[in-house]
Nanobody
Framework: VQLQASGGGLVQAGGTLRLSCAAS????????IGWFRQAPGKEREFVSA????????YYAASAKGRFTISRDVVKNTVYLQMNSLKPEDTAVYYC?????????????????WGQGTQVTVSS
């Protein structure tokens, strides 16, 4: 399993970015792909997740209403559309796959991780 995150960049507060997570390797049916972020000096935190087969989504409170997660099963890609970005959204964003068939909101329940993409939101 390989995950490749991309789409990060520098944006002003209130702006938008769309992150992509390209997945390859074994089937993802039944698993979930999640997005996490980690700011300097802080722990990695859950942002959002989507189940591969059903498309069920889950959001952290900080992301709800501003971020939208989706997946394209033909392109094997998961997207995170981020709107109304705030300086506190600045972090390295990682995508990952759950280690079991289901959705999860904690990092230890994910076993395959992408390399991360930097998101910087200026005030």
């Amino acid at each position: 399993v390989q995950l490749q995150a991309s789409g990060g960049g520098l944006v002003q507060a209130g702006g938008t970015l769309r992150l992509s997570c390209a997945a390859s390797g074994r089937t993802f049916s039944g698993y979930a792909i999640g997005w996490f972020r980690q700011a300097p000096g802080k722990e990695r935190e859950f942002v959002s997740a989507v189940t591969w087969s059903a498309g069920t989504t889950y959001y952290a409170a900080s992301a709800k209403g501003r971020f939208t997660i989706s997946r394209d099963v033909v392109k094997n890609t998961v997207y995170l559309q981020m709107n109304s970005l705030k300086p506190e959204d600045t972090a390295v964003y990682y995508c990952a796959r759950t280690s079991y068939r289901g959705i999860a909101t904690t990092a230890p329940r994910y076993d395959y991780w992408g390399q991360g993409t930097q998101v910087t939101v200026s005030s």
